[in-house]
């Protein structure tokens, strides 16, 4: 009985389950982290003293609740071999936090005459906002999971989350790869080599951690000898930092900063209690039947508790449950997983890892969960639907290239604004190129569930999901004609800006019109068509 009892808590593949886990975790962590001190010059300290602690506390909480999960199936069922559903932060979101939210608000608040304490104490109240109205969406919509899922195209859905891997997560992880080519270049191709060609590897090590540690070993070897240029940096000297997760109530100062962001805030709460649903169905499938309503409802929880403690990134359950359990893993794995993430945001020597590992050592992984994500959005959709995910993708390449186009070491703000601003010869480019992008998640699901109306012959679908398109852009949700891609009343927008709003508005009206008067025409033609025949007869 003991030994059973041992056997249970921590089998044999406990241990590959245990390092793939831990260390997408650190990747994620690794590149918030980064972003936020590397490209927009946020402080250390609040990062890693304030964001980390209760972001990592979600983690271990979330994780303890699975593992609890899995020891009562596992007795429910009678059977030793219940995998526990991978619980860690989710890449795409908290990627999208650092890159459209976190960031380009410091910004912000730099340029609105705040210092930077100051203003990084803002964007982490703003980062606890978005996390707690994430955590409360995801409660609510928990008991709602499968009514989403009916109303919105698995098209619009994959495809609008396929659109933030393939640019966020995979193109801007891949330009730092190739800024230090030597390190990045061979750390992806043993990535590839792993994961996508699927190659066994030497002692049945995880393809995440060989990966690592070559791209680690690389950086560090050919670093000191000069061979890497200025893309090396020595390592900085272990500090230690203790941070206690206490629940805090500084994130309501951050609501009102969160209001501009809610297009970007609250597709990233939905997409996670979707891919909840998905995690669940696929959990099921390999012989784990988790309840979807708890298992929606500890994510919820865990990233409601974690705003509420400091946190700026959600969790979610990982689409790897499946792998997991193939690997041998039980319930061991999301254990040690939680205690070791949730622990080392308390006594700092996660943020300590993460100084260690540079980014370009990062980049595959992310590269590889980028292209992974993307295919999953073909693989799952009929294959009638592809043109609809691939024309969902489109905002968010102009949200990417927006992303660079505004950054100051580039084009300086008051360029870029004369730029937006002018309309010399019509809308400018520059401006056709932000609207797009502002809340290019939405965006991405009203395009794709229109065309896939249309691919199903339901039109009159199509016109109304176009004239809920026109009414979102109207008030800036989607195609907000403010730089800062904010939401606001039209009546209220600038006199230069408020025929922007109108004219994307209108697009959406005049293309519903277009295709009503369509639909009528073919209803007519069909009519008159069968009324034809029945004279034949």
């Not at 429910?76 to 939210?101: E, H, N």
Request: hydrophobic share 55%; aromatic share 12%; proline share 6%.
């Amino acid at each position: 009985m003991g030994a059973n009892s041992r056997q249970h808590w921590f089998a044999p593949g406990d241990l590959n389950g245990f390092l793939g886990l831990v260390v997408d975790n650190l990747s994620i962590m690794a590149f918030l982290a980064t972003a936020l001190i590397g490209i927009f010059g946020f402080p250390a300290d609040i990062v890693f003293l304030r964001m980390f602690p209760g972001t990592t506390f979600g983690v271990l909480l979330g994780n303890l609740a699975y593992t609890a999960m899995a020891r009562r199936l596992a007795r429910q069922a009678g059977r030793p071999d219940v995998t526990a559903m991978p619980l860690g932060l989710d890449a795409p979101t908290s990627i999208g936090m650092a890159l459209l939210v976190l960031g380009p608000s410091f910004v912000h608040f730099r340029q609105g005459g705040l210092d930077e304490h100051a203003a990084a104490v803002a964007t982490w109240q703003l980062g606890m906002a978005s996390l707690v109205i994430m955590g409360v969406l995801k409660f609510v919509l928990s008991f709602f999971g499968a009514f989403v899922q009916r109303h919105v195209p698995r098209a619009g859905l994959l495809g609008s989350i396929a659109g933030i891997a393939l640019m966020l997560m995979g193109f801007l992880p891949l330009v730092e790869i190739l800024k230090v080519p030597e390190v990045g270049f061979a750390g992806l191709g043993v990535v590839l080599y792993a994961l996508v060609a699927r190659a066994r590897m030497p002692w049945r090590l995880p393809g995440v951690l060989v990966a690592f540690v070559v791209g680690a070993l690389l950086y560090y070897t050919l670093g000191p000898l000069g061979w890497l240029g200025h893309g090396y940096q020595p390592p900085v000297a272990w500090q230690w930092r203790f941070a206690l997760p206490w629940p805090t109530l500084q994130w309501i100062d951050g609501l009102a900063t969160a209001v501009p962001y809610l297009p970007l805030i609250l597709p990233f709460g939905l997409l996670m209690v979707v891919g909840g649903i998905n995690v669940t169905e696929s959990a099921r499938a390999a012989g784990d039947d988790y309840p979807t309503r708890d298992i929606l409802l500890v994510e919820a929880l865990a990233t409601l508790v974690a705003g509420f403690c400091g946190g700026v990134a959600q969790t979610t359950p990982y689409i790897g449950q499946p792998s997991y359990k193939a690997m041998g893993a039980r319930s061991g794995y999301t254990l040690l997983t939680g205690l070791v993430i949730g622990l080392g945001g308390v006594f700092g020597y996660l943020s300590n890892l993460v100084e260690l590992v540079p980014l370009s050592v990062l980049a595959p992984i992310l590269v590889f969960v980028a292209i992974g994500i993307t295919v999953q959005a073909f693989e799952a959709t009929p294959t009638r639907y592809a043109g609809a995910v691939v024309f969902s993708f489109f905002p968010a390449i102009a949200r990417m290239l927006t992303i660079k186009l505004s950054d100051p070491s580039y084009v300086s703000p008051e360029r870029f604004a004369a730029l937006f601003g002018d309309r010399t010869h019509g809308i400018s480019e520059l401006a056709v190129i932000t609207v797009l992008g502002n809340g290019f998640i939405i965006t991405a699901m009203i395009w794709a569930s229109f065309v896939v109306a249309l691919i199903d012959g339901r039109p009159w679908r199509a016109v109304w999901i176009l004239l809920l398109g026109g009414a979102l852009s109207l008030f800036g949700i989607i195609h907000s004609v403010q730089i800062s891609g904010g939401v606001y009343l039209p009546w209220m927008l600038d006199a230069a800006l408020r025929p922007l709003a109108w004219q994307f508005s209108g697009a959406y009206l005049a293309l519903a019109t277009v295709l009503a008067m369509l639909s009528l025409g073919g209803r007519a033609s069909r009519a008159s068509g069968a009324a034809a025949s029945a004279d034949l007869r």
